[in-house]
T-cell receptor
Framework: DAKTTQPNSMESNEEEPVHLPCNHS???????IHWYRQLPSQGPEYVIH???SNVNNRMASLAIAEDRKSSTLILHRATLRDAAVYYC??????????????FGQGTRLTINP | DADVTQTPRNRITKTGKRIMLECSQT?????MYWYRQDPGLGLRLIYY???????NKGEISDGYSVSRQAQAKFSLSLESAIPNQTALYFC??????????FGDGTRLSIL
């Protein structure tokens, strides 16, 4: 399975933007890039996904490189509640309508007050 | 109420025992998944199901079995538990080509 590479940990300050990088140099043309996050003692939570174009939603923005070998999750104004492990994931389509998410180790994001 | 409910939330048991972890969902999704998470690592897929009649192995299915009793229920069994199956187990659901929704996990310890 294709792998993603993320920094093990990052730190930022409250109310500042956070840019979480991810390398996925072996991604295939049809694999979506998904981001999930896992807060302490909870299951993973979907954040955002994209294929080729940059994407925005209420939680974050996703910037995808033109060659699709890397992407960046952007939290525009971090809060203490954003402290979590962030996973950058390939979504492989197993068969029509079903996904296989391949998780790496993720980036542990710490937010300082 | 949670959309994806896992029971029990915590379980401690002994080597050789049969264990069943249960997952139920109120989201009406056809796709259900079981994952395992070891400390400091990401999740790994154990089994997945597209509907009641369809069960498929994931990347680490050895030592596990599943049952899809209904659209809303997907159970994971350890027929004879061993210590290296100590982990955090997550159930997830999804609609067609949509993001997955996870439960809060079952922490399983096998002594």
């Amino acid at each position: 399975d294709a792998k993603t590479t993320q920094p093990n940990s990052m730190e930022s300050n409250e109310e500042e933007p956070v840019h979480l990088p991810c390398n996925h140099s072996t991604i295939s043309g049809t694999d979506y890039i998904h981001w999930y996050r896992q807060l302490p003692s909870q299951g993973p939570e979907y954040v955002i996904h994209g294929l080729t174009s940059n994407v925005n939603n209420r939680m974050a923005s996703l910037a995808i490189a033109e060659d699709r070998k890397s992407s960046t999750l952007i939290l525009h104004r971090a809060t203490l509640r954003d402290a979590a492990v962030y996973y950058c994931i390939h979504r492989h389509r197993i068969i029509q309508g079903a996904q296989k998410l391949v998780f790496g180790q993720g980036t542990r994001l710490t937010i300082n007050p | 109420d949670a959309d994806v409910t896992q029971t029990p939330r915590n379980r401690i048991t002994k080597t050789g025992k049969r264990i069943m972890l249960e997952c139920s969902q109120t989201k009406g999704h056809d796709r259900m998944y079981w994952y395992r998470q070891d400390p400091g690592l990401g999740l790994r897929l154990i089994y997945y199901s597209f509907d009641v009649k369809d069960i498929n192995k994931g990347e680490i299915s050895d030592g596990y079995s599943v049952s899809r009793q209904a659209q809303a229920k997907f159970s994971l069994s350890l027929e004879s538990a061993i210590p290296n199956q100590t982990a955090l187990y997550f159930c997830a659901t999804s609609d067609v080509d949509q993001p997955q929704h996870f439960g809060d996990g079952t922490r399983l310890s096998i002594l």
